[in-house]
Each structure stands twice: as C-alpha cells, then as structure tokens.
C-alpha cells in the first residue's frame, strides 16, 4: 500500500466513521423521540379511557338514583311501574335492561318478566344502602350478551324497601368510548381476568402477551403501570383499574407514529448504503488510479517500453514460478552514445533510443524489451540456456540498416550485449548486474559484439557486490583503519613526514585492498564521510605525537574529486582543526591531477583557501597527465610528488625516465615547490635521485605502509642509510 492509498484509505475511514456516527446518532434519537411520543400518547389514551369509563359509571349511577327516586310513589301500582320501567329503559340506550328486586330477591323487569336474582351480592350491598356493581354475568334475556348489573338502594321514609337495578354491557358503551377516541392505539377492557373488549377484531390481548399468567400477577401489585412489550421497536402497553374494578389496558401497536422508526432505519439504511457504495467507489477508483500510475512508473516514457522496475519484477517472478524452461537476460547498450549525443545533439539521441527500442520490439515483441538506462535495454529470452549467441548475433544484425532520425543521412548503430543465464537461487538485482558487467566487457574490447557471462566472472561479480554491500558500514563498524608508510629527507637522512593509507579489515571479506572499495567509496559517496574521518584521524594523530614530543614532521592525506569539489568540505576541514587543536602546517594534503582538471577554477579557489588555513598541499603522480606543467604554473602546490613510473623505469628505458626527472625536478625547483619521489625501492634509485635533486623519498626502500605504533618509532631513527 502506498503513502497516498493509506492517506486516503484513512480519510476514507475517519469519514466513513463519522457518517455511521451521525447516522447512529440520527436513529438513536430518532428512535427515542417515538418511543417517548408514542409512550406518551399511549398513557394519555389510557387515561382517557379510564375517565370516559368512570364518567359513564357515574353517569349511569345518577341516572339509577333519580329513577330510584321516583320509583317509591309507583311501588303499590304494578302496572304504572310497568310502564314507567319500560320508557325510562328505552330512554337509556346504555342499559340492557331495568329492574326492581323486592325484598324477597325476586326482580320484575320492565318487560314485565319475574325471577330470582343472580348477583345476590350486589343485591344485599345495595339493600343495606350502598351503591354495588356485580360481577360479569349473562343476560337472562339475551345469554350472548355478557354485562354488569348496577344497583341502588329504593328508599321510603329513610328506609330500603328495595333495589333498582340497571344491566350494562360494558363492551359496547366501550366500543363507543372507542369510537369517539382519536389518539391511536389499540385498546382492551378486562375484568376477572377475562378479556371483554378489543378494539381490534383481528390483534387479541393474548396475541401480544402470550404469558398471562404474569400479567395478571402484576395487575394485582399495582393498579396502574406500563409494560415495555419490545422498547426498540416502541411497543408499549399500558394498563389502569378504574374505580369499579375494571382494567383498560392501551397497546401502542397501531400507533402510526411507530412507522417512523421503519422509516427512519429505512432512511439511515439507505444512507449507509449510499456511503458504503461510495467507500467501495473511491476504494476502487484509488486502486485503479494506483494501478495505473504504477503501470506508468513501470514503463518508459520515451520508448513506451518496460522500465528496470517492470524488468525486476518480471525476472522475480518466472523465478518464482519455478518454471523447468530456463531464460537468459541480454542486457543490450548503443555503443558511443556519449559522442553520438556530442555530436548530433540530445534531441537526435533520443530518436535514436526510440528507434532501436521499436526494432527489438518489432523483432522478438514489445512485452518482452525493457528499457533500462539511458541507452540501454533489456530482453528477457526463454531458450533453456542453449541459442544464446545466434539470438544475440541476430539482435546485431538488426542494426545493420542505418536508422533515419530526421537528417540529411541516416544514423549506423552498433550495440553491444551482454548476456546472463537465469537459474534458481538467482535474484533479479544480481542478474541485472552480472549482463551489465558483461555488457561493459563487450564494450571496453571494442563494442558491436557481445559477451556471456561466465561463472568465474559472475564469481568476480558477485564479490564486488559483496565488498559494495559491506562498505556500506565498514564506518560505523570500526571496520576501517590506518597505516602509515615513512617519507625520507635525504637532505636531513630522516623522516620528516608520513602518508596516511586507508585499509580495511572485514569480519566478511578479510583485508580488502584499496584499489578493491575506495572505487566504490568514490561511487556511492561514501568517499565524503569516510574522507572526513580520516582527516579526523590523521590530525588526531598529529596531536598525539606532538604530545610525546615530536613537532618536525607532517602526514598527507589523500583527498578525493568529491571531497574536493564538495560543497561543505573546507568547512569540513575548519571545523576538524577546531575541535582537535591539531597545527594545520603539519597537515598535507595531496590531490590527483584527476581531481583538479575536474573544475580548475573551483579547484583553485579551495587550495588557496587551505593554504591560508596553514595546510600545504601537494600534486600527486606528477608527470602522468598530459597538463601538468599548466597545472603546476595555475595552482599553489607546495609539493610535487612524481609518479612511481618514473622511478621504475630509470635504469630500463635508456636514460628516457631519467631525463624527465631531471626536467621535472629542475622545473619544481624553480618554482619553489618541494618535490617527493614515489616507488623508491632500492638504495641505486636513492642515490641517483639524490644525484638529481629530489628532496625526499617514498618506497619500501625506506618502509612499508605500518601502523601508527610502529611509525612514531621511525621518527627517533637518524641513520637510515648506514
């Protein structure tokens, strides 16, 4: 996953999160808005259940209590009493039926039927003056029909000579009650345990509370209450007795306002939808745009080729797959590049990079030719290991024609390729290497020609990779060391200065020589930090010779182009003299010609800075470089130190090395600079460049390269040639 995919991956998140909150937060409240309103409404039309039904009881007890009133005046006259009955019964829908019951429990009805009463109860309470409601019973006329009978004492002078009784079927003035009710919900009238009113034919009271049982044992804890039947989905029931002992019971399940929560999830649901989609849109939209700008990091911009990534991971995985058929990699290079860009300009160099990219893809296919560098390219070949040279011969040939790029004439190309054989325990990296190895071999022998990768070369390959892979922490590893190889004055037949040499001891790799990693130092820029640590060192080690008493010697240090040419070196340098105290007039540093034809003018402006440092510096190999003597006249060297060439060659080359030396020396003296001779390695070569003039020697005549315990010994030595 890439850094921008996890930006967006987790914007994605944090919004993704805050819009579940908020729909969380939306439904939360939205559930508990209904839940208190429907809550509320189900209570406020329980309790006008309960007050219609109370209203009706009281009603109809006044109602019983005038006619009782009236009735003592009719009592000895049956027939009035009869027809007095009779209109006041149809007068009054609410009641079934109107009685009297004598003092001998019998009841005259005003249809003018006799019989026993049934609710003696009731008949004895109200005959000892109070107000009774029976219990539920059917009606004698009409047995479907279940009802209460409400009775009231008859009074004559004071005394009850009998009761009117008013039969009421509490499920239809309920119904009414119901009808005229507008706040929703469904309602039950219940007494004794028994359900006597709904109003709903098709929602029974069991239906919603399958365990009754439980029910009723908590109606008769408490007279009033609410039972959340399911909270979350705001179905509630709500229950009261009324004073006559009747149980309204209120459920919310028709209650319209608990479709908002249906419709509130409904909503939030679609929201959540909508920004699911969304995530999974963005989601793939990103990976798509991922995919595609890593399709486009992976190819070439100018040849539309595959680029060194794209080959990677190819090579990688026909590794992985393990595939019996094996590859060879062709790492393919323009010859002279370099002057075909100097001479026809960059534009026409890049015309002909497309040109030779469209030939090897037109030739062997575009999936499989990379383009890997700057004039390089790349084919992956499946062959088995076998036709490695003509497929190789056959690329050449396709080089034959010259290619058109817009000019007066054509353009001839020569390519050189070198070629690697895949196997198993390979990695893509080192296969890339190995060809370019042999890529460079082909061109330094000639170019237009090509080169296979052998196993003793890969064997040298795979070494220089192991000490550039090691040298990366040799520093921090204290793998790095110095030595230190004495300079002789032979005017003053002593040593009077010391060269610093860098070696390198590996726990990998053993003693690694300096030809082998300071090429690689120079590469990879190591060359700066370690550059640095050695002039630490070597003036840390000038501070403490001087401290045991040893002040008439100077060690040169060897400074690299990039050290040179580097933009912080001479504060570098400064802030190293400041924090060792080292004398900077004891401090040599020696330069290649190599490194000041590189940016003379630059190169100018640091040596002088050096010198009015205090530190002295000296021309290295003098005389191998075709502009030294313009060298010597632009630039403040205090020394010239001549090539070990020269030295060597003095008594082969009939007096040719000679000559130049004495020329050589001659100039340096004239020019006030010091001049050290290098390789001196016999007492002969001592003496005849004494002959000539040279102020001091370097060689294993006088030492080898030794360390700095052993170098401090070489200073008290004051009889080097007896």
Partial sequence: MTKRQLVIYSCLTVVFVCIVALISANFISTKKYVQDSVQRETKELLSNFVAE????????????????????????????????????NEKMPFFAGLGIIDK??????????????QQEQSYRKAMRGEIAFSDVFRLRQDPTQKVIAISVPIYRDGKAIGVLSGVVNMSNIFGEIAKESHLPGLVFLVKNEEVFFS????????????????????????????IDVNRRTAHFL???????????VVDSETNPDREQLDEALWQNGLVLFIAVFVVIVVVFYVNHIEREERNRVKRDLLTGLGNRLRLEEDIDTGLRAGKEQGFSLFLISIDRFAELNERFGYHIGERIVYWVGRKLAGFIGKDQVYRIGEDQFAIVRYMNGTGEGPFASQLMELMNAPIDVGMETPVWVAISIGIRQGAQGDNASELIQDAAHANQEAQKAGGAQYICMTSEFSEVCAHRRQVAL???????????YIVYQPIYSVTLNKVVSFESLMRWRSPVLGEVGPMEFIPYMEESDLIIPVGNWLIRKVAKQVVEWKEKGFDYFTITVNISVKQLLHPTFLQDVSRIIRETNVDPTQLVFELTESVVVENIKMAKEVISTLNRMGIQTALDDFGTGYSSLSILK???????????????????????????LRGVIGIAKELGLGTIAEGVETLEQLRSLEKLGAERIQGYFISRPIPPEDAIRTLEKNDWLS
């Fill in 238 to 248: 709500s229950y009261e007795k009324t004073w006559n002992d009747w149980i309204v």
């Fill in 104 to 117: 001998n429990g019998i009841i005259l009805a005003s249809d003018g039927s006799e019989f026993k009463v």
């Fill in 470 to 480: 090691q040298l990366e922490t040799a520093l921090q590893r204290n793998e790095l």
């Fill in 53 to 88: 039904t109370n209203r009706f009881s009281y009603e109809r007890i006044v109602e019983l209590e005038l006619i009782a009133d009236y009735l003592p005046t009719l009592m000895e006259e049956r027939q009035e009493l009869l027809t007095y009955l009779h209109r006041q």
């Fill in 199 to 226: 109003s709903s034919d098709q929602m029974q009271l069991t239906d919603i509370i399958p365990d009754f049982d439980s029910f009723f044992s908590v109606l008769h804890e408490q007279s009033s209450g609410s």
């Fill in 634 to 660: 632009m630039l403040p060297f205090q020394f010239v130190k001549i090539d070990r060439a020269f030295v060597r060659e003095m008594e082969t080359d009939n007096g040719l090395s000679i000559t130049v």
